[in-house]
């Protein structure tokens, strides 16, 4: 574990001020002792941009092969600049994203299962150690702890949604630590085969 974090500040960001990437580090350096409140920021509050890894609700879903379309809470997975309405698409650009569930449904779906293992698949949730799911603390917007399904990906016509509405309603914004672990969760999720001994030093696993 220590190999790993010796060799974060490479890829911090070269734009932060020496205060702000000793502060990015320390936070790092705690996981995952931290995953709490510090996973958000107020600080971006009012601003009229959807970032990457912004919780959003109401936003349109499918669930294939059903077929059913409904609204849900989701998280962006889509870059920031890419979505900026300043970004001019040929073929128009789009908003990718998954969904967000409850943290007490999956709980309550997994109930008829083995207690042990379901405790302890629960508590790897909350550590950030399942590959395929980025845990979210409560927080005020958001309410009750709950769970992003990064294997779940959906995308919208960014023309077809009500930039002003869902900002208005957004549900949260992730400070720079929780957004460095959001991109660290989807790289894994995405790119596992070439992070294998990182995988196993942060006891990250792929099952769900």
């Avoid at 190999?3 to 890829?11: A, L």
């Avoid at 931290?34 to 349109?60: H, K, V």
Wanted: net charge neutral.
């Amino acid at each position: 574990m220590s190999e790993i974090f010796d060799e974060i500040p490479t890829y911090l960001p070269k734009y932060l001020s020496a205060p702000e990437t000793t502060d990015l580090f320390s936070e790092l350096s705690q996981f995952p002792n931290n995953i709490d409140s510090r996973m958000y920021t107020s600080f971006l509050e009012g601003q009229s941009t959807i970032y990457q890894g912004d919780g959003l609700s109401d936003i349109w879903i499918a669930e294939l092969p059903k077929g059913e379309i409904r609204r849900a809470r989701v998280i962006v997975l889509s870059n920031t600049c890419d979505i900026s309405p300043n970004n001019l698409r040929k073929l128009g650009a789009r908003l990718m994203y998954c969904p967000i569930v409850r943290f007490s449904s999956y709980q309550s779906m997994l109930s008829e299962q083995n207690e042990t293992s379901t405790r302890s698949h629960l508590a790897d949730i909350r550590k950030q150690r399942i590959s395929s799911m980025f845990y979210l603390p409560e927080s005020q917007k958001l309410g009750e702890e709950s769970i992003a399904l990064l294997d779940r990906p959906n995308n919208c016509a960014l023309s077809g949604i009500n930039l002003e509405s869902v900002i208005q309603s957004r549900l949260f914004t992730l400070s720079m630590y929780g957004w460095y672990l959001f991109l660290f969760k989807l790289s894994i999720h995405l790119s596992r085969n070439g992070l294998a001994k990182m995988l196993d030093n942060l006891q990250i696993r792929s099952e769900n």
